[in-house]
């Protein structure tokens, strides 16, 4: 995928949508005990991301990287794919990036 600088803010969540063309919707959850109640509390948030390939499906795990602006809503760019979901396999991943380039 695309190496960013170090000094930027990395985030590891899930691709929820891949209807966009060079965008994909992240979702990052974030789990964290209650300072009061003691109970475990899962925040989430949905992000845009940029995939300059069009390569990454839906369900795949990610690590996004801030970035400059580009777009409205657009401020972070996949970096890497951790985890491809179940039953897509890489060689399906690769020939569906080079039909559309």
Known sequence: MVKMANNRR??????????????????IENRK???????VVTTSKKVLA???TNTVPVGALVRIVESRPLSKRKR?????????????????VARI?????
Do not use: A, N, Q
């Open 10 to 27: 990395r985030l590891v969540g899930r691709v929820v949508s891949d209807k966009m063309d060079k965008t994909v919707s992240v979702l």
């Open 97 to 101: 990036g080079e039909e559309e380039s």
């Open 50 to 52: 940029h995939d300059e």
């Open 76 to 92: 972070w760019v996949v970096e890497e794919v951790i985890e491809l979901p179940t039953g897509v396999d890489e060689s399906e």
């Open 33 to 39: 005990m209650h300072r009061l109640y003691k109970k």
